[in-house]
């Protein structure tokens, strides 16, 4: 068979090993001892959960610069107002207006010691909200081309022969541009003494565009070449028959590059079946394209 | 005819469809459900229209924390002043001085339940900055090559034939490098049962240059091998033609890949023409180049 | 002997030089005359030395502007408390207030001049905390894969002979893919006049990968062509053998290219063993790899 | 001859034109009606312009908001002082304070409109600040790699004929690697009816290296096939020779892709000369080396 070859994941995956990419685009692999990084998993993290961490330790801070100014002695935090404030607050208070440099006044220090305290935890605030800031920035800057993919692949026929062929558009505003596939089959060989996982690239009748404003449909002839010529959807599920795709590009609204992970398995295969053009022509002479129908297909006869 | 491919934009286009990438770069589509991005659309807006929003959404924060205050209840609210305010005003002031951690102390708060909400305030104050700053540093910081297009591609004799030729020429005082063109041809083929529409790639007499401190005029020789071999000023309007650019380079300044997009109709070729030299030799020894004349043409007789 | 060229290292390094690459991916080399970038001197420090920096210079630019405010008068700075504080003290503290624009009031300006300086001073507050920002956020943002390379390269018994091979683990959350290898082996040759150290490009069995989610095991097949073909553990040790790693690849989660160095000397190859497979299948149909067991290896009899 | 090219500049530079590449990388061209950018300017002015910039800058807001706020009424700011303080000045002060948000509270408004308007400032403030920061930041987070060229090209005794050889280094503590190299010849050519300038690629003998932490020297053998063969340093003037460089490799520290340009001229062409070594290995069994020596060459008899 031509085009073996190894994408990086080995060929001795036991056999009731579930799909190797997720549907999101993540390997189905658990990686033990890894070496967290904090700042990522922040960056990462849903945006109310962030803003909550975020509080919490806010008021964490605060907390612990409260009992600092109570040892220090809360009798030099002066507060002008006849309202009366137990020290634990009035001390609380006091350090949430210097970590925020709000400084009202209403609450100010007056010895020597919790001044300079205050001057410190001012400057401990701003770098705080410069790591917040920080990490704002990143939540919103990374680039975040999202394709959807067709949620099948299908058998269509194609030319004189038949094809397997998916389709790809970008659901965001993002404009991307010189896109790149790569697409290959994993499969189960049965080797005499054992079952290994083998992996072969597919060629595609157009494995890269300029423009992508359109939906794009990858298309794998299967022809003679093909490890997939004359296999019967039995053989798909006997074979345990996994479609990985890789998709490049460049993301112009980011002038950054992109890679994208997606997999087909077997089941997610339809036999006989054509995609429904998915954009149309209007009066104005604009093409009008329909994100979400890059999923319709209609079974043939 | 040699060359033909797809460069994404499919071969279906109804036959009334305007030009395919418009004078700004955009593509002349539209596409239906596509997820938005706030973040890419606030960064993308006008900066008037930008500091409206930010404005705008400032004050809306600040009257909502005014009826958070005056729920708590304004008389916690020390306005230390012979002058009245009105509850809502003293809490919409109170909301600024302190969102803007401003915090004259002129306004301030007095129990505890006030004093915690006003401490959250500041620090949600922070954050809103904190994105506001985001938003502003990406305004600027992104790359922003503008290439100026001549406005007419020109049929122009060169050596013992024809050439199609534009000019472009780098209209910001960003260095760009490597620059990289690449033109395709769109036209209208009657193929019996449909007229499709077809792309093939021009060939060019120099395809990328390194240095690009002038204007650059790129050139496409109109021989045997070329789609427009023999074709006539009503083939092109009959065939539709539309000259698609795509210009690749790197900018030293902001160190970053850029793509830009351009097209030229049948209606803005002019025949029979010739590009006027626009820089000229300084007694100084430098050269002058006029960015505004990469426009200029003669017509021959 | 083929693939003889120079990778940038030169070839007069005195034979008693020690090895090329260190252990951290740096060069064995110090260079003299290099003109520093404090800022990024900064960034590379470790996060608490930067803090004990930030405020050092926070406290040094504080003092001095607390002699500003003292040759300007201290009587103009009012302090609003019975408590009473020497002149420096408190043009010390009233400098802190402004530059961390913190301004709770209990000490302000009087006279004109004051005001001023108090006014300036609170703008170069804004400067010098954007500047720390953009420092922690750079501390933050930079891509820091992190591979983990096994801690000896063996030479093991591979097809129908022999090879020298290593494995590479990412040990980072980040996402790595298309990853590129380059191996070059250093060598001491006796060419009659004097040795000199000569390089070559050696040639690997699977130079590339698309995906890397687990162990990756880079092989060097000893075959005719090969630079070690028939070399001895002596002749490693005689000819001061370095095997230099160049590893390539696309952090999708900072989507940056990343390049990481690596070597290993005579002392660090293992002959005659092999390494353990370092993942396993879990019952429920994932894989599970165990970062910290790239190291493990077997020896054969 | 062979492998004549253009890299971007023409062939109608009059004859009495200076160089083409200036010694610090710009060319020798002036651009006419070129659309700036604001931000880019302030980038990259020198750090204590853009200090002075900015203080004027806020200087001047600040006279502006204080005649609004005499507008307003400057009877509405109180400043809680037996001190007195001219209109302007109180207002100036005011509008100081508010503008960092220090909000001392020792000059603060009273009525609604002028509250108001210090809210919008402080916002103003911020955003201002955001636009500093943001300055900053980009100063300080480009790539700044910088090469040291020797100050002459020579030409060198190389195998068994001559070389034309330079030397580069970095000076930086900047990591830089898989630099590559290209060196073309500028040189005018008596075409007949005019003369023309021509440009050729010299072939190197090492066209790129994967590590650089010592210096470079790249030659260029003058044999056969190179556009130098033969000529004199006559020939040098007379066809006012330009040796046109450009660098590209990848920044490690900055994770960019970086590009130099350079240029030697007949007159900075030194005939029958030798670079004299530039490192030495230490008895510590590490590599020194001089970055300032870079440009030490011999004459040779």
């Not at 026929?157 to 994993?186: C, Q, S, T, W, Y």
């Amino acid at each position: 068979m031509p085009n073996k070859f190894d994408p990086g994941f080995g060929q001795k995956y036991a056999h009731n090993t579930k799909r190797i990419i997720n549907k999101d685009g993540t390997f189905n692999i658990t990686r033990k001892g890894i070496r967290n990084q904090q700042f990522q998993t922040l960056v990462d993290m849903p945006g109310t959960r962030f803003v909550a961490l975020v509080s919490a330790f806010y008021i964490l801070v605060n907390i612990l610069f409260a009992f600092i100014y109570m040892i220090l002695g809360a009798e030099h935090i002066i507060f002008i107002n006849s309202y009366h404030l137990p020290d634990f607050l009035k001390s609380f208070f006091f350090s949430m207006h210097t970590f925020t440099t709000v400084g009202f006044g209403s609450i100010y220090p007056q010895d020597p010691l919790t001044n300079f305290v205050a001057g410190m935890e001012a400057m401990l605030g701003w770098l705080f909200f410069a790591i917040a800031t920080g990490m704002v920035y990143r939540r919103f800057s990374r680039p975040s081309a999202r394709l959807l993919f067709s949620n099948n692949a299908l058998i269509s026929p194609h030319k004189n022969g038949e094809a397997l062929m998916f389709r790809i558009v970008n659901r965001r505003p993002n404009v991307l541009m010189e896109m790149d596939a790569r697409v290959m089959l994993a499969v189960d060989m049965d080797e005499g003494v054992r079952v290994n996982r083998r992996y072969f690239n597919l060629k595609l009748d157009t494995s890269s565009i300029h423009f992508f404003p359109l939906s794009w449909t990858i298309v794998h002839s299967i022809d003679e070449d093909s490890p997939l010529y004359k296999l019967t959807a039995e053989d798909y599920i006997h074979k345990r028959i996994e479609v990985l795709i890789l998709i490049k590009g460049f993301d112009e609204t980011f002038s950054q590059n992109v890679h994208l992970r997606y997999s087909y398995t077997y089941d997610e295969i339809v036999w006989n079946a054509r995609f429904i053009r998915n954009f149309k022509s209007l009066d104005t002479g604009q093409i009008e394209l329909d994100i979400d129908s890059v999923h319709n297909y209609e079974t043939l006869s």
